[in-house]
């Protein structure tokens, strides 16, 4: 019961925060240290599936590339700038509003690196390991202030 508890706790910790210019990089920073330590290079990950400190999957990487334009091959994921830019142009593509049904929240886009487009409809086991991941941001997120 305690376990279900907190689960409801914190699945709604943070989820309130609209994604903004303001708080971007912010998001960016605590998911960067979740996923890797916020360590740099070609870092391998999910089984050989994930690349890079943000640890982005190829499939990921391919629907960025193809809705921003921004060019670079799957390899320069292992460099944070390009990692991060490739980050924001996924969101782009599908943290909007007409996607989510509201405007965006810094929860909605977190989910979306780790569980993919239509992570926020996310429902049974991969829903409870989405707010594994959460919890997990969400902590990093408060621990950077600002």
């Known amino acids: 019961m305690i376990a279900l508890l907190s689960l409801v706790l914190s699945a709604g910790a943070g989820k309130d925060i609209v994604l903004t210019d303001a708080n971007i990089d912010r998001l960016l920073n605590a998911i960067w240290f ?5 360590r740099n290079g070609p870092i391998k990950g999910d089984g050989g599936n994930a690349l890079g400190p943000m640890q982005i999957w190829r ?5 960025a590339v193809e809705f921003s334009g921004q060019g670079g091959k799957y390899e320069d994921v292992a460099d944070i700038k390009y990692a991060k830019k490739t980050v924001k142009n996924y969101w782009k593509r599908y943290c909007i509003a ?6 965006p929240t810094i929860w909605h886009a977190a989910v979306m690196v780790n569980g993919g487009p239509n992570a926020h409809k996310a429902s049974g086991k991969k829903k409870a390991n989405l707010v594994k991941y959460w919890d997990k941001v969400w902590a990093r997120y408060q621990a950077l202030g600002g």
């Open 34 to 38: 979740v996923e890797s330590g916020c």
């Open 59 to 63: 499939a990921f990487w391919q629907d």
């Open 98 to 103: 007409r996607r989510v049904g509201r405007e």
